[in-house]
């Protein structure tokens, strides 16, 4: 059972899951299309980590009604279980409180975890500082500047908001001059792109859900959705397909591979597909007017529907207008028997309630949405023994019209 504390970032963790899901079928649905919009579409399933759709539904949930919102209660069931498939239920009510030391263990857990991530990367990125330090100037007209380095990285641009194009020493005696030129096409593409930003802001998504398998997958996929656009903007500038595709198994031979993702290169991703590609010139076809519709709508749904769970979820858009107000046509309320251990909450065809095995003080913490277990008593107080001793069972059959 997931500890109450946590409901809220378990929630975050699936909804995130779910996008990158989606992420991946538009992206199998655009694969004969352009990289660059494959890569902007995982580069905002990593981005959806860092930004909870909580923040969405809060923005929906500020929406007033003068009326309730004609929205069927099926639909608005479902929104909501799909939402939080993690929110507390009823049977989760009457479950013992988790020990108060498991969230320190967990936490404790993530800040290993963290804490080791930042270690390997800091190492690494001593490495190419060490590089960087080392290196002299080179006479290269480029919009940035380009350093020499005696240490054998690959050509790549290191930096975030002041990059440098770092070179290994006697690479031009390595490469012919058309090489050359275009692996320089290569990494002027990636400062064009600013490529190490958006690779240091997946970084810090791999830093904080360094558990999660999926985040590193993504990461993968924006390195090869990186250079496979960067090569398909290399050969459009009139780069010489052979001549580019023999400058990268080149540097491959002589050279180490960048050992950072900030640091873009010019090797990653899958050699073998990239230079097929390359070397066929393969074309990639303009969006057409359904593939167009599709990523809008996706876009629509991404913003416009945690919006409309806040508004579905809204106080004033679950509460029924003056003229509705629910009345239970007939109505039960029995002390539960003292052998029962079911414990349910079901709302019945028709527009009922059946409720059983439950006490006063769990039916108050449901009708004000308060998360109960070990931290219900920090929102109830008062009341006689019995409010949480006492259980009951409930029977209620509302009109056919009503919405319980």
Aim: charged fraction near 15%; include cysteine.
């Amino acid at each position: 059972m997931i500890p109450v504390d946590l409901l809220p970032f378990a929630n975050h963790l699936w909804q995130s899951t779910l996008f990158a899901g989606a992420a991946l079928l538009l992206t199998l649905a655009l694969s004969k299309n352009r990289a660059q919009l494959r890569y902007w579409l995982w580069m905002a399933a990593s981005v959806k980590f860092l930004i909870p759709f909580s923040l969405l539904v809060t923005v929906g949930n500020q929406v007033r009604w003068g009326t309730a919102p004609d929205i069927a209660p099926p639909l608005s069931l479902a929104i909501e279980q799909i939402s939080q498939p993690f929110a507390p239920t009823m049977p989760a009510l009457a479950a013992p409180a988790a020990s108060p030391a498991e969230p320190v263990l967990l936490l404790v857990a993530w800040l290993c975890g963290c804490g080791v991530v930042l270690a390997v990367w800091w190492v690494r990125w001593r490495l190419i500082r060490t590089a960087v330090r080392a290196a002299s100037p080179l006479p290269i007209q480029a919009p940035i500047a380009v350093m020499s380095s005696p240490m054998r990285l690959e050509p790549g641009v290191f930096g975030v908001f002041r990059p440098v194009l770092l070179l290994p020493e006697g690479i031009a005696n390595r490469l012919t001059p058309a090489q050359l030129r275009a692996i320089l096409a290569h990494e002027m593409c990636h400062v064009r792109r600013r490529d190490n930003l958006a690779a240091a802001v997946h970084m810090v998504v791999e830093a904080i859900f360094w558990f999660h398998p999926l985040v590193w997958w993504i990461g993968s996929r924006l390195i090869e959705e990186r250079e496979r656009a960067c090569d398909e903007e290399v050969v459009r500038l009139g780069s010489e397909p052979q001549a580019y595709a023999e400058g990268i198994l080149n540097v491959c031979k002589f050279y180490l591979e960048s050992p950072l993702a900030c640091t873009s290169g010019v090797t990653g991703a899958d050699l073998k597909k990239r230079i097929e590609a390359i070397m066929t010139h393969r074309i990639s076809h303009n969006l057409t007017l359904a593939r167009k519709l599709l990523l809008a709508t996706a876009a629509t749904m991404a913003v416009t529907g945690p919006i409309l769970i806040g508004i579905v979820n809204s106080p004033r858009g679950r509460a029924q207008s003056k003229s509705e107000s629910l009345t239970f046509e007939v109505a039960s309320i029995k002390p539960a028997g003292p052998d029962s251990r079911n414990v349910s909450f079901q709302l019945t065809p028709g527009g009922g309630l059946n409720i059983t095995n439950l006490s006063l003080k769990q039916l108050i913490a449901f009708a004000y949405d308060i998360p109960c277990g070990g931290a219900c008593d920090m929102y109830i107080s008062g009341g006689p023994g019995w409010i949480d001793s006492q259980r009951f069972d409930i029977l209620a059959k509302a009109p056919q019209t009503a919405e319980p």
